[in-house]
């Protein structure tokens, strides 16, 4: 009988247990490109923050502006300045869900492919986005990779005329992550 308890007792920790476990990184990578016929401009970031409840799916980041780095210092100046207002809007954020959660093992090897839906704010405007998005998971290691486009315009960041042609409209948005299980 006391066997018995024992053993569901542990069951019930480990069920429970299981159920809260958590990942995060405070150095994903993100990265930005436009393209346009005048000029290639990308830049990288790999001070993101992430935490992701693999109970329910719940995905947060939060991403420095000032972080990015550009290949040409007058290009970040520009950036931070001019355009994104890194002193008034200092981080961009996202706050969503990985809705196919239930599909995803970490605890097993394989490539996951994940739907993500949230919030995503830029520049002080929170819109709503849906990507997706794939999780592989290797040795007990787990990376997430999505790439999608977010269109300037959506978040009042204003491009001067004289570099309109310089910049696209559109930008490719690059998210790399590899989360570590965060310790309770």
Excluded: C, W
């Excluded at 299981?18 to 990288?44: L, N, V």
């Excluded at 300037?152 to 001067?160: C, E, H, Q, S």
């Amino acid at each position: 009988m006391k066997k018995g308890i024992l053993l569901s007792l542990m069951s019930l920790f480990f069920v429970v247990s299981m159920s809260g476990q958590k990942y995060f990184t405070r150095d994903g990578k993100i990265s930005f490109f436009s393209d346009t016929p005048m000029e290639k401009i990308e830049a990288h970031n790999s001070k993101a923050t992430s935490v992701l409840d693999a109970s329910n799916g719940n995905l947060e980041f939060a991403v420095l502006i000032k972080a990015f780095q550009f290949e040409k210092a007058l290009m970040q100046e520009h950036f931070n300045e001019n355009y994104m207002e890194s002193s008034k809007f200092p981080k961009s954020s996202f706050k969503g869900k990985v809705t196919n959660i239930k599909d995803i093992n970490l605890k097993k090897d394989g490539e996951y492919n994940a739907t993500v839906k949230g919030q995503l704010t830029i520049h002080g405007v929170t819109k709503d986005v849906e990507t997706t998005g794939k999780f592989v998971v290797a040795g007990g290691k787990i990376n997430a990779k999505s790439t999608f486009d977010v269109a300037v315009a959506d978040y009042n960041i204003t491009i001067p005329s004289v570099v309109r042609e310089n910049i696209a409209k559109t930008v490719k948005i690059a998210v790399d992550i590899k989360f570590e299980e965060l310790k309770q």
